[in-house]
């Protein structure tokens, strides 16, 4: 299966949308498909683009497009997805996050209002209120539609921005709102696209929409920060020249935009000061829980006003980092940044790695970004979690796993399916490897494996690789086969863009894609 796709790049294909390929036997049948009775474990982790595939398997009703009747699966899922689906979860939340920004601020009666395209939605709602799906009492969400007429948003680098943008204006007008999180996300989302210039359109739209809606909040008497949640784009090329399309380490600006002036920054913070710095700016009394520290210095002339009114605006994955070839947003013409940079109070935040509670020296995400926003406390990742577990053995005991294997007859098989990645914020080659190891010691006979790869944090090409180091790990335990693998674009989506989702169905259940010959 590496060799193929490596013939698919060589065709023209890349990781991210990699067309479907489908291990057949001597007589072109395809092997290893998903069958009734059989065990699927999704071992992706964050959760949000892994729903709509989930869904597909396992909901009653299904419509979105034809499935197969009666399936039956023993269904496993590494997180809880989503708190509705009838699946078993290996590793359950820990607990909804309390005391958060927008609790806090419900509590003290203040209306507030999340913005966000349907891209982010999940990102300034669950994520940023601590996992909790419920809104609170005063909170509004408007989402506005991401483009569905474009395959890839290098056609559109702009997205829907103008209308989150008029959004944000509408919501500055009405005075009952006190608090406004706008995320403009489209440094984050065009920066996944290997294509430049549409980098440095997205880049300059974002700057241009957000002086709009800078200028207005000032002009009603609003305070403003202006932040992000990770890095992308300032960091756009390795070393070598070739091109880096994932999250970056990188730090993430801050300002404070104040009509009032009075006001400096500490310096050496991280994403959990930005809830106790929001709390402070409304004369709010952190909760215990948050850990994290207003950035607002002590020595601030500026007083608090519990009746300001607040704009937020989050640039996703908008990194800082130093000028040069790789930076795409230095060589992007930014004039509303440098100018808020320049006449502002600005520092920056540590926004990956230990500082949002991820692995030592790695990338931050969305996720975490605006989780930790939220929080204001060090929130440990499920990846940090599950690396512990497989440290300690307790892994290899998880009971969702162990019921998935236990219904794992001779006459039915066990399905892993997953990102083929280290990098990914979804998930990790070294989990798939302890499940296969897990496979091997509960004595199970039939392991298909259907890989999802994608470019983003990754080398070019670096799918064929992976796709390589497994079944190198099946040759060695005796157990597995790479029986499937297809771009993540088709696999994980999370826009109700359902015929994406079909093919990679259609690719587990009945084989259909590409077929690759297995060595005789």
């Excluded at 996050?97 to 913005?115: A, F, H, P, W, Y």
């Excluded at 310096?267 to 959990?272: A, I, R, S, V």
């Amino acid at each position: 299966m590496s060799e193929a796709v490596r013939r698919a790049y060589q065709s023209g294909q890349e990781d991210e949308t990699l067309e479907p390929l489908v291990l057949v036997d001597t007589g072109g049948q395809p092997v290893g498909r998903i069958q009734p009775g059989d065990g699927v474990i999704f071992y992706n982790i964050r959760g949000e683009r892994e729903i709509e595939l989930t869904q597909s398997f396992t909901q009653a009703g299904f419509q979105a497009f034809s499935i197969k009747p009666e399936m039956d699966l023993e269904f496993a899922t590494m997180i809880e997805y989503q708190r509705s689906l009838p699946v078993l979860v290996a590793f359950p939340p820990e607990g909804i996050v309390e005391d958060t920004m927008s609790q806090v601020l419900s509590c003290n009666g203040i209306r507030q209002v999340k913005i966000s395209e349907t891209e982010k939605a999940v990102h300034v709602g669950y994520f940023l209120n601590g996992k909790r799906e419920e809104s609170f009492p005063g909170e509004e969400y408007v989402i506005v539609p991401t483009r569905k007429d474009v395959a890839l948003f290098d056609e559109a680098p702009e997205m829907s921005i103008n209308a989150v943008c008029e959004a944000v204006l509408h919501r500055i007008a009405d005075q009952e709102i006190r608090f406004i999180f706008a995320n403009f996300c489209n440094v984050d989302v065009v920066g996944h696209i290997e294509n430049e210039q549409a980098v440095l359109k997205a880049v300059e739209a974002v700057d241009r929409q957000m002086g709009i809606a800078v200028d207005a909040a000032l002009s009603a008497g609003m305070v403003v920060i202006v932040t992000a949640d990770h890095g992308t784009v300032e960091k756009w090329r390795y070393p070598d020249g070739a091109i880096d399309t994932g999250h970056t380490d990188s730090p993430i600006p801050f300002i404070l935009i104040d009509p009032a002036y009075g006001v400096s920054l500490t310096e050496g913070g991280d994403l959990t000061d930005i809830a106790p710095t929001v709390l402070d700016l409304f004369d709010i009394q952190k909760p215990g829980t948050m850990t994290g520290h207003s950035l607002i210095a002590r020595n601030s002339t500026q007083e608090r006003n519990s009746s300001c009114r607040l704009l937020l605006i989050l640039l996703d994955g908008w990194g800082i980092s130093k000028e040069g070839s790789g930076n795409l947003i230095s060589q992007a013409n930014t004039p509303n940044m440098d100018r808020f940079m320049t006449m502002f109070p600005y520092t920056t935040l540590l926004s990956s790695g230990e500082a949002v509670g991820l692995p030592p020296g790695t990338v931050g995400n969305s996720e975490a970004g605006h989780l930790h926003i939220g929080a204001g406390r060090k929130i440990y990742a499920d990846r940090v979690r599950i690396d512990l577990s497989i440290s300690d053995g307790s892994f290899f005991r998880n009971e969702a796993f162990h019921q998935v294997m236990g219904k794992v007859t001779d006459g039915n098989a066990l399905h892993i399916m997953g990102i083929v990645s280290f990098f990914s914020s979804h998930g990790s080659i070294l989990h798939l490897f302890a499940l296969m190891e897990m496979a091997r010691n509960e004595g199970i006979r039939n392991c298909f494996i259907h890989g999802m790869l994608g470019r983003r944090g990754e080398l070019p090409e670096s799918g064929a690789r992976y796709i390589r180091k497994i079944e190198e790990k099946a040759e060695e335990i005796g157990l597995g086969q790479v029986v499937s693998v297809i771009g993540r674009y088709w696999s994980m989506d999370r826009e109700d863009k359902w015929d994406r989702i079909e093919k990679t169905y259609r690719m587990l259940v009945w084989g259909e894609g590409t077929p690759v010959y297995g060595r005789s």
